[in-house]
């Protein structure tokens, strides 16, 4: 399995009204509908939940995303520690 790092210029998020926004940093789209975006980015998972969600642009290479609809949350959370945590529970329930 390849191992992706980030584009290397950090992660930026510009927003708009609540009506559109600019993400850089973003290594992959995990899902999106209109009412939830789920992507990877160099700090961790970011769901972005709305309505009328579109995804506009999406340019993996450069790691930017361009988004648009009503933009209700972000919400991060740490893919690393959450990966630590089940490795423990499962070592623990095989011993």
């Known amino acids: 399995m390849e191992e992706r790092t980030g584009t290397g210029g950090g992660h930026k998020i510009m927003i708009s009204n609540r009506k559109s926004g600019v993400l850089n940093g973003v290594i992959d789209v995990l899902s999106f509908d209109v009412g939830e975006i789920l992507l990877e980015t160099e700090l961790g998972m970011l769901m972005i939940k709305g309505n009328d969600l579109h995804v506009n642009r999406l340019t993996l290479e450069k790691g930017e995303i361009d988004i648009e609809g009503k933009i209700d ?3 991060y959370s740490d893919v690393k520690s959450a ?5 423990s529970f499962l070592g623990r329930l095989f011993k």
């Open 73 to 75: 949350s972000f919400t």
């Open 83 to 87: 990966s630590k945590q089940t490795e």
